[in-house]
């Protein structure tokens, strides 16, 4: 049965029956998010579900509408929307992870992640997957990713596992043998699968095995994601090797370094003139020079420092009587700002930038997360019991959250939002 805007058809059967038919129609039709928003007003109509709580409505609506732009940081209504769903997610992630625990044990690996309102993707190692994966499959019905650690020496096993079927989308985080790779490649329950990523040490082989693999006929992209620029012609190769175009390559170290207009306000100045030059900017309280970096429009860093002189009565705003702090520091950033954008048509806002050296540099990789790009984990069981995903496992949060740190002082680490998330 289908459910579009204009059918109505759910209202006539009973909450039990109008459920599993609207959740069949999500199922039915994965990519369009009519039925999910036909399904979130069910929901809130119906005060929440045992299976799905009303607060999950808005979920649904606020996942379905971020979706396109979920990875832009530049606009303060998105940033505050994907506030609002973490703290929607909250609850249903603290309800995961008991019924994980249960079912798993502790340490067990298994991250769910949610998109479009529902558990679209799962992080955990082989094993877990071959141990629970049925179990799994029932809980999560719209399941469409696996992120999968530790194939070092399993590859023949998952290959065999019933519970792949129709998985649309697979990556493997991590270092193993070309045995595993074929394996996979080969495997009779990947059919559905679109797109596989597949994390490079310095050799091209497992990415022609996949792009050759007689699992996934209907592949539409085969995607690299490798440490350094040293092979400008692995897309051309998997191509050659798929005998259609696509392949698609990730240069991590070569990303560049994204820097929010609201970096250190009281310390930096961060954003734009006219012409699209980028500027990183020195500017404490009270002082009445901004110096610092100018970047071409594609964040290459100008060799000659930018200076611009700020007047004295610009610079030192003194705070009026009964003024709270966070209305005074408001106000004189203001002040300043409304200064330069008259003086240099300085705008505030997001950067992306190349590396450079003025406070700190900026590196892709640590030093420990580079160092594990690579390692093959032990067949028998992780490295270390804490770690149930491997070596894969810190090396793929760094890369997918964007983080980068920068050395020098205190070496904090950013993400792609363009602010510190450590020290």
């Not at 690579?374 to 067949?379: N, R, Y």
Request: charged share 25%.
């Amino acid at each position: 049965m289908k459910f579009g805007p204009r059918c109505g058809d759910h209202k006539l059967m009973n909450p039990e029956t109008a459920e599993r038919a609207l959740l069949a129609a999500i199922g039915a039709t994965p990519d369009d998010d009519t039925p999910r928003l036909v399904f979130a007003d069910w929901l809130e109509e119906n005060s929440g579900t045992m299976d799905f709580p009303r607060e999950q409505a808005e979920l649904i609506r606020l996942q379905c509408r971020l979706d396109p732009v979920w990875e832009r940081f530049d606009d303060r209504v998105i940033n505050a929307q994907r506030d609002r769903v973490q703290e929607l997610l909250r609850p249903l992630r603290e309800a995961e992870e008991e019924w994980l625990d249960e079912m798993a044990g502790p340490h067990h690996g298994i991250t769910p992640c949610w998109r479009r309102g529902f558990v679209d993707t799962l992080l955990l190692p082989v094993q877990a997957f071959l141990r629970e994966g049925e179990r799994l499959r029932q809980r999560y019905p719209f399941l469409r990713k696996l992120v999968l650690f530790r194939l070092n020496g399993w590859g023949q096993r998952l290959a065999q596992c019933e519970w792949l079927r129709g998985i649309r989308e697979i990556e493997f985080p991590c270092w193993y043998a070309d045995s595993d790779a074929r394996a996979v490649a080969s495997s009779r329950h990947l059919s559905a699968v679109e797109r596989v990523v597949c994390w490079c040490d310095d050799n091209l082989e497992q990415g022609r095995i996949f792009a050759q693999g007689t699992a996934w006929p209907g592949l539409r992209n085969l995607h690299l994601v490798a440490r350094y620029d040293e092979h400008p012609t692995w897309v051309e190769a998997i191509n050659e090797a798929a005998g259609r175009p696509i392949g698609s390559l990730q240069i991590v170290t070569k990303e560049l370094f994204p820097l929010a207009a609201d970096f250190d306000e009281e310390c930096f100045l961060v954003g734009r003139l006219p012409d699209g030059t980028q500027l990183f900017l020195s500017c404490g309280v009270e002082s009445t020079t901004a110096e610092g970096i100018a970047f071409d429009p594609d964040g290459t860093p100008r060799a000659e420092r930018f200076r611009c002189k700020i007047p004295p009565q610009v610079a030192i705003v003194p705070q009026e009587e009964g003024e709270d702090q966070p209305t005074f520091q408001k106000r004189r950033l203001d002040v300043r700002n409304a200064y330069l954008r008259q003086k240099i048509g300085f705008i505030p806002a997001m950067i992306h930038v190349k590396s450079f050296d003025f406070y700190w540099t900026p590196a892709r990789l640590s030093e420990d997360v580079s160092g594990r790009w690579g390692t093959l984990d032990p067949e028998s069981g992780p490295h270390n019991a804490l770690y149930p995903c491997g070596y894969g496992d810190l090396v793929y949060d760094w890369v997918t959250e964007g983080m980068y740190e920068l050395l020098g002082g205190n070496n904090p680490w950013c993400d792609r939002s363009g602010h510190t998330i450590s020290t």
